[in-house]
């Protein structure tokens, strides 16, 4: 039975689409790889309102640099770091600067027209394309070897419950925004909660199987071998699922901390949380992407853990001379970078499981956020930094490009995975090919 009619029968089932990817990883399905590649792994981290350029960015450029303030924290990683400059958000058309800055960040494409208003520039709606971590697990999810059970996963932490251009970085297509999960404990049900399922699923098997028998003797013998097919197919489900129950997986679920509310003060702590889920997802092969979405663009969280009670939005649009802003910003930039390095640290300690190094020498974290500078609202210059050798990218790096469009870095990343696309997003914005990080 091949894989598309393995699709259709699990469908007419009635098994719903978001099981689908999970049983079809199963071996009885075909899915087990006669080959393995080594296995690579992508991470988005945003932040947002933009930085400040004079404490993020190095003065030198080549191997021989020197981290500023906001990235000291990655010390430890400066030799699995590249740091670019000169990558622009280049889309244009509808939409404010947030708008754009957040939703074409990985989609590299313009919003619709719609009706969200925002700042001084005209309304818009969702963006016109997919994003690049969805392009890259669909990708993934098409080929046998690097099918995965979720394929991607959203992680957020104080995202809000809003729903618009501002609040959205994933795309599953055009006008299909993908919305993260920053509640740690539905993140954690998601990815643990579904053994009851199962049970569900082999007891319907079980049923068919006698069904089956008793069909057997009332059908020609041309439908007699397609339920025999289809009868093979059901006993070896059946069998896989009894013996994945019996399976432990490489890492138990992390014990969470009970009863954190989803709120500002806990921002920290969410965010650990949510950093240990994802680290213990991709040990356990559920995903092989991954974004962690810290607030929002305009995100108006206060850092009080910082001894900061500032909105963060309005201190981005503090003027330059305005010291006491410039050391908030740089306080709280700083702490997304500690964030960072944390999520680094425990991918560098952690083994990659049933290969060589560790799980950070085969995952790259991409760091971003929707503005270059904060109070120029600007599209220019916005901080890219990649952090581990999971897409073989030459590390140890400060690079300085010349206003190259951020879409050709997406395109970077799908290469990197062997996905040799030759545009994304606007056609006209990565028309001369992925930027040569190798």
């Given at each position: 039975?091949?894989?598309?009619?393995?699709?259709?029968?699990?469908?007419?089932?009635?098994?719903?689409?978001?099981?689908?990817?999970?049983?079809?990883?199963?071996?009885?399905?075909?899915?087990?790889?006669?080959?393995?590649?080594?296995?690579?792994?992508?991470?988005?981290?945003?932040?947002?309102?933009?930085?400040?350029?004079?404490?993020?960015?190095?003065?030198?450029?080549?191997?021989?640099?020197?981290?500023?303030?906001?990235?000291?924290?990655?010390?430890?990683?400066?030799?699995?770091?590249?740091?670019?400059?000169?990558?622009?958000?280049?889309?244009?058309?509808?939409?404010?600067?947030?708008?754009?800055?957040?939703?074409?960040?990985?989609?590299?494409?313009?919003?619709?027209?719609?009706?969200?208003?925002?700042?001084?520039?005209?309304?818009?709606?969702?963006?016109?394309?997919?994003?690049?971590?969805?392009?890259?697990?669909?990708?993934?999810?098409?080929?046998?070897?690097?099918?995965?059970?979720?394929?991607?996963?959203?992680?957020?932490?104080?995202?809000?419950?809003?729903?618009?251009?501002?609040?959205?970085?994933?795309?599953?297509?055009?006008n299909q925004p993908v919305a993260p999960t920053d509640d740690p404990y539905r993140m954690y049900q998601?990815?643990?909660?579904?053994?009851?399922?199962?049970?569900?699923?082999?007891?319907?098997?079980?049923?068919?199987?006698?069904?089956?028998?008793?069909?057997?003797?009332?059908?020609?013998?041309?439908?007699?071998?397609?339920?025999?097919?289809?009868?093979?197919?059901?006993?070896?489900?059946?069998?896989?699922?009894?013996?994945?129950?019996?399976?432990?997986?490489?890492?138990?679920?992390?014990?969470?901390?009970?009863?954190?509310?989803?709120?500002?003060?806990?921002?920290?702590?969410?965010?650990?949380?949510?950093?240990?889920?994802?680290?213990?997802?991709?040990?356990?092969?559920?995903?092989?992407?991954?974004?962690?979405?810290?607030?929002?663009?305009?995100?108006?969280?206060?850092?009080?853990?910082?001894?900061?009670?500032?909105?963060?939005?309005?201190?981005?649009?503090?003027?330059?001379?305005?010291?006491?802003?410039?050391?908030?910003l740089t306080r709280i930039n700083t702490w997304f970078a500690e964030e960072l390095a944390y999520l680094?640290?425990?991918?560098?300690?952690?083994?990659?499981?049933?290969?060589?190094?560790?799980?950070?020498?085969h995952t790259t974290i991409l760091w971003t956020n929707e503005l270059g500078k904060g109070n120029s609202?600007?599209?220019?210059?916005?901080?890219?930094?990649?952090?581990?050798?999971?897409?073989?990218?030459?590390?140890?790096?400060?690079?300085?490009?010349?206003?190259?469009?951020?879409?050709?870095?997406?395109?970077?990343?799908?290469?990197?995975?062997?996905?040799?696309?030759?545009?994304?997003?606007?056609?006209?914005?990565?028309?001369?090919?992925?930027?040569?990080?190798?």
């Amino acid at each position: 039975m091949n894989d598309s009619t393995r699709r259709e029968f699990l469908q007419r089932l009635g098994v719903s689409s978001a099981a689908i990817p999970f049983l079809m990883s199963l071996p009885s399905l075909g899915e087990a790889a006669t080959t393995q590649r080594p296995r690579q792994r992508l991470i988005v981290m945003f932040s947002p309102n933009g930085t400040l350029p004079k404490y993020f960015w190095p003065d030198q450029t080549g191997a021989d640099f020197t981290l500023k303030p906001i990235l000291k924290p990655l010390e430890p990683f400066r030799d699995k770091m590249l740091v670019l400059k000169g990558v622009h958000n280049r889309v244009r058309g509808d939409g404010d600067s947030h708008m754009r800055g957040m939703s074409c960040l990985l989609t590299g494409i313009e919003l619709f027209p719609g009706n969200i208003q925002g700042g001084s520039h005209t309304p818009a709606g969702w963006a016109k394309g997919i994003s690049i971590d969805q392009e890259i697990k669909n990708y993934l999810q098409s080929q046998l070897s690097t099918r995965t059970r979720f394929g991607s996963l959203e992680f957020g932490v104080g995202v809000s419950d809003r729903a618009d251009p501002w609040t959205r970085m994933s795309y599953a297509g055009p006008n299909q925004p993908v919305a993260p999960t920053d509640d740690p404990y539905r993140m954690y049900q998601k990815l643990y909660g579904n053994l009851r399922d199962k049970a569900a699923l082999q007891s319907v098997l079980g049923t068919l199987q006698e069904d089956f028998k008793k069909l057997g003797d009332r059908l020609s013998p041309t439908d007699r071998v397609l339920l025999e097919q289809n009868a093979k197919f059901v006993a070896e489900l059946n069998r896989e699922l009894t013996i994945d129950k019996g399976k432990k997986f490489r890492a138990q679920p992390p014990a969470l901390e009970s009863g954190v509310a989803n709120q500002n003060d806990n921002l920290p702590e969410l965010g650990r949380m949510q950093i240990e889920l994802l680290i213990n997802s991709f040990i356990n092969d559920f995903a092989r992407v991954a974004t962690l979405q810290f607030t929002k663009s305009v995100g108006g969280a206060r850092m009080n853990w910082l001894d900061i009670k500032d909105n963060h939005h309005s201190l981005s649009h503090e003027p330059d001379k305005n010291a006491s802003a410039v050391d908030k910003l740089t306080r709280i930039n700083t702490w997304f970078a500690e964030e960072l390095a944390y999520l680094a640290k425990r991918l560098a300690d952690t083994p990659e499981p049933g290969g060589t190094g560790s799980m950070l020498d085969h995952t790259t974290i991409l760091w971003t956020n929707e503005l270059g500078k904060g109070n120029s609202h600007t599209l220019n210059d916005i901080p890219f930094v990649l952090l581990g050798g999971g897409l073989g990218f030459q590390t140890g790096r400060s690079l300085q490009f010349k206003g190259v469009p951020h879409n050709r870095l997406l395109l970077s990343l799908a290469h990197a995975f062997g996905h040799k696309l030759k545009n994304f997003g606007n056609h006209h914005l990565s028309q001369d090919g992925p930027l040569a990080l190798g």
